[in-house]
Nanobody, 122 residues
Framework: QVHLVESGGGLVQAGGSLRLSCTAS????????MHWYRQAPGRQRDLVAA???????NYVDSVKGRFTISRDNAKNTVYLQMNSLIPEDTAVYYC????????????????WGQGTQVTVSS
């Protein structure tokens, strides 16, 4: 079994910062891409930032210059540093990873975390 566990959400005032973490654990052979998504009430889940195993990153335009995605491959962990937060960033943030399990090395699978709430007050 493989699991993703997120932490770091909470309530912050506009202009503040939060750092999200997501750690993959279990029977892992390798972790490929790791992403952060978010879903606001009544809206679809949207990609926020992505990082490949080699470190290449991508961001949605609305967070460029404010959010930074990074990863520690030795810890199978991805981070999302969120600065200059605005109320529009309020959402449940989900971690995603494409993982090769030790039990099925030839078949990469998609895994999701349980989500962590981020609320930005004005």
């Amino acid at each position: 079994q493989v699991h993703l566990v997120e932490s770091g959400g909470g309530l912050v005032q506009a202009g503040g910062s939060l750092r999200l973490s997501c750690t993959a654990s279990g029977s892992i052979f390798t972790v490929n891409a790791m992403h952060w998504y978010r879903q606001a009430p009544g809206r679809q889940r949207d990609l926020v930032a992505a990082i490949r195993s080699g470190g290449r990153t991508n961001y949605v335009d609305s967070v460029k210059g404010r959010f930074t995605i990074s990863r520690d491959n030795a810890k199978n962990t991805v981070y999302l540093q969120m600065n200059s937060l605005i109320p529009e960033d309020t959402a449940v943030y989900y971690c995603y990873a494409q993982i090769l399990s030790l039990r099925d090395i030839g078949n990469p699978r998609d895994y999701w975390g349980q989500g962590t709430q981020v609320t930005v007050s004005s």
